[in-house]
């Protein structure tokens, strides 16, 4: 092996030793798996053509890269969610196999809370990912983000603020799976009273169907509304299909299969009044990576 094919080996090894991390890092920041993998993709190309003999740590190198170009992606993301038909969910993923999704903590990960992170701008966004999922200093945030000590502080300072006002108290894991899979079999039957035992009174359900099937174009709120319009579908939703178990996200969830296609994630939140939110990701698009798991 000449010195050019051993550099190039070297390439290949530091980024797949932090390829998991990249990822991470790009998908909380962008929501979608698809975007974040064409953006690890995008800094593997940068780290090939770079002079690599000049980069003293080449950890942060290419976390700084992938940072930097998923910002890119969230400016003009932004811009196509605000014609978005319907309400828009983040794109569920698979984590049995890594339940943090290359982080060092399993924050900003779960469908609730990348709800909330699209509410920030993505800068304020990137902050908080790396600061609670990735436990940056903010001295190392300023490097990556290019500002300085003082405004990272209070970029992630205002991102912590947003998410804890906007999270309820939350229950253990075994309680949300005891919630999640008595909301399936209500739903299933469609057993209004059943459901309604199950969710706070002021539930969200979100449902994404891209404008690409049929889905609810605004969450439903309340209780009662959202038990009516589950229950309403049971016979057209469920009859014919065949529910699994899974990992989404860092929590239990539920695959719909049809004719053995995946055509729904199903996931919740709960706290001790029930289910606070439910998310049903129907897109086909939105599906086409946990639908490559199966």
Request: proline share 3%; charged share 20%.
């Amino acid at each position: 092996m000449d010195s050019h094919e051993a550099s190039l080996q070297n390439a290949v090894d530091v980024f797949q030793r932090t390829r998991p991390r990249l990822f991470g890092v790009a998908y909380r920041v962008l929501g979608t798996a698809a975007e974040a993998e064409d953006v690890v993709q995008d800094a593997w190309l940068r780290w090939q053509t770079t002079d690599r003999n000049a980069v003293k740590d080449p950890t942060a190198f290419l976390v700084t890269t992938t940072t930097r170009l998923a910002l890119n992606v969230a400016q003009s993301a932004r811009a196509q969610r605000e014609t978005y038909i319907g309400p828009w969910l983040p794109e569920p993923v698979d984590t049995s196999a890594d339940p943090y999704l290359g982080a060092e903590r399993g924050e900003a990960l779960s469908i609730a809370v990348l709800l909330l992170l699209e509410k920030l701008n993505p800068v304020e966004r990137a902050a908080y990912v790396l600061r609670e999922a990735f436990a940056y200093s903010h001295r190392e945030i300023a490097d990556l983000l290019d500002t300085t000590e003082g405004n990272a502080r209070q970029l992630a300072s205002r991102a912590q603020k947003h998410v804890a006002n906007g999270r309820h108290a939350s229950v253990s894991n075994e309680e949300r799976d005891r919630l999640l899979h008595g909301f399936i079999a209500a739903a299933q039957s469609g057993e209004v009273e059943a459901l309604e035992r199950l969710l706070a009174e002021d539930v969200v359900s979100y449902s994404d169907g891209g404008g690409i099937v049929t889905a609810a174009r605004v969450p439903l709120l309340g209780r009662t509304r959202v038990a009516q319009v589950v229950a309403g579908f049971h016979e057209r939703f469920w009859v014919g299909a065949e529910v699994r178990w899974s990992q989404g996200n860092g929590q239990s969830s539920a695959l719909v299969l049809r004719d053995g296609l995946l055509a729904a994630f199903i996931s919740v939140e709960a706290t001790t009044a029930g289910i606070q939110q439910i998310h049903f990701t129907l897109s086909p698009v939105k599906l086409r990576a946990l639908a490559a798991t199966l």
